[in-house]
């Protein structure tokens, strides 16, 4: 039975009367009240974490090592110190010392079962605030619109999304912010190809898909200026130094992609060589012709001309409307799309004041921001005197401070951009902005079972949509096979709720500066660190309160009067698991990482996978067991789903 009154654990481990979730800041907080002068409270109690295994206690302290070593004492000494001083009543047993200067903790039973069933009964399974509320900007998604959204734009919206419900559900302010890229290069490309290339009908039909027929075709059209421009360049220098077998060994290799001709082949190519390089060439300069062609028509837009903007808003909705459909699938909500258009207008002031300021100098025409330690020079006007993405994002900062007063912005944008964040927020510093906390949060790229960037058969970009019904399709396949007896529409719901969780759980698993495969048939197996077997394990759970005829919302407000039990050491396992929720939480917060909450997730569905092995809940050995046991499955299922939540990704009651 239970040695200790509720009120009194409540009292006295939450200092204020305030109720503390998160036990192991509790510990910290007693420790750091306990280490003895000379010893740095901050890193001593930074090295209390949960122990490796069960044989260490619940949390170990490690601090001893290193701060014993930097007094000039014996570690066991220090920790036998340590541990003679500390009050851990009632939340866990005296620590012992242990091996060359740890200290193991294992919480008590009466405050494991008291924290538990005040989150049963309060609903609340995360704590108020931790620390200082910061009104943080969350920069993610941000694609560039008139090209129809694809499976490189699914890391930024997936990852931020996760971060911002984090430090939402943390008790911050968070703004959520899609910085569309909706006044670049690619405008130029669908006037150009609205003008020339239009069909007239299809536009009128279905104006989304048209415009992004029209960008494919257009981008395929300027594309070899760049591609074909350059080894064409080489083959007509070997052809100038009279190197003509050479020459057209090296046409078969780049443009035929032949590495190893033969020798008649290369004899008969030579002959003709001029005239198939004239062919080449055309092409080049059509390309060449198309590229400039919509440079100008950028350029007109943003100078200011009447039909390219009319243009420009009659496109945007469209364009628009299409991000929203992929939002609302994924559900993703931002608070504000100003977008680079948005910014515009300041752009001049922005280059103004940094050049008054004496922070951007004239570069060989350009104006440019030179930072310490960069190995290129920040351009924020180019030689044309157009702006760029740099003065834009310079805008945006100044923009964003002053209307929002952030204490921290989020940019949730692809590796390949840290240079340019890294000159963005020198810059920024030194321009005054130098109290935001401005974070680039980079990650790496999606890759095909090939382990190269993940295209489509034909060598495309994998589109967002196409690649959203695959993963539902498959969902589906398993819905059909677990649960063959639920009604058609019930298991086209649960296939989209397995499915798009299935794809965002699988990018949010992977430590997001890695690259990772995508690969269907993984995100959705029953078994593994993935969506699917979370969400079947809280169906699974869900089934044994249906079986049980128990209602959990009425169970767990009666949850104040069961007495948690935990005997069997598959109940205390799952019981400390369950106490760990809020740790996880803020450390994936504190990281800005949420793979450190799916590691929880999953680390918490295999112990109550076992736990459910081991200790049978409705044919129980008596009623208070069965109550004990029930309570802990309640609160798998809450931590479960919250979890989940926090990760944008749903789940069912039954799967
Ligand atoms: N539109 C950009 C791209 O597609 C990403 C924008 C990220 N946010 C920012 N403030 N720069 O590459």
Known sequence: SNPVPPSRVSDESFPGGKVRLNVLTLLRERFRRAVPEGVDPESFTRAIRESGSDKFGDYQANGCMAAAKTAGVNPRDLAAAVAQRVDL?????????????????????????????????????LDDCPGTPQTIIVDFSSPNVAKPMHVGHLRSTVIGDALARIFEALGHKVWRDNHLGDWGAQFGMILWGYRHLRDPIAYAKNPVRELARLYRKVNDLSKPAEELGEKLDKVLKMLDEGRRDEAARLVLKLFDGRETPTPEEVAKLSKRIASRLRVLQEKVAHARAVTEATRRETAKLHAGDPENRRLWNEFMPHCLRALEAVYRRLDIRFDTQ????????????????????????????????????????????????????????????????????????????????????????????????????????????????????????????????????????????????????????????????????????????????????????????????????????????????????????KFAKKAGSIELIFNHPAERGLAVKLVRYPEAVELAAAELKPNILTDYLFQLATTYSSFFEECPVLKAESDERRDSRLALCELTARTLKAGLGLLGIGTAERL
């Open 89 to 125: 009543a009632p939340l866990a047993n005296p620590p012992e010392v242990a091996g060359p200067g740890f200290l193991n903790i294992t919480l008590t039973t009466p405050f494991l079962a008291e924290t538990l069933k005040h989150r049963l009964v309060s609903g609340r399974l």
């Open 338 to 553: 100003l977008g680079e258009s948005f910014f515009d207008p300041m752009l001049a002031d922005v280059v103004a004041d940094l050049q008054a300021k004496g922070l951007a100098v004239e570069s060989e025409g350009a104006l440019a921001v030179f930072n310490e330690g960069a190995n290129a020079p920040f351009l924020i006007r180019k030689r044309d005197g157009a702006y760029n993405y740099a003065t834009t994002d310079l805008a945006t900062i100044k923009h964003r401070v002053e209307t929002y007063h952030p204490d921290r912005v989020l940019y949730v944008v692809d590796h390949r951009q840290s240079d340019h964040f890294k000159q963005l927020f020198a810059t920024a510093r030194r321009w005054g902005y130098d109290t935001v906390d401005l974070v680039h949060v980079s990650f790496g790229t999606i890759l095909g079972r090939d382990g190269r960037p993940y295209k489509t058969r034909a060598g495309d970009v994998v589109g967002l949509e196409s690649l959203l019904d695959e993963a539902v399709a498959q969902a589906r396949k398993v819905v059909e096979e677990n649960s063959p007896d639920l009604k058609p529409a019930e298991k086209a719901k649960v296939a989209r709720i397995v499915g798009l969780g299935a794809v965002k759980y699988a990018d949010l698993s992977q430590n997001r500066t890695s690259d990772y495969k995508f690969d269907l048939d993984k995100m959705t197996a029953m078994n593994g660190n993935t969506a699917t077997y979370l969400q079947y394990a809280y169906a699974r759970n869900r089934s044994i309160f249906r079986k049980g005829g128990v209602d959990p919302a």
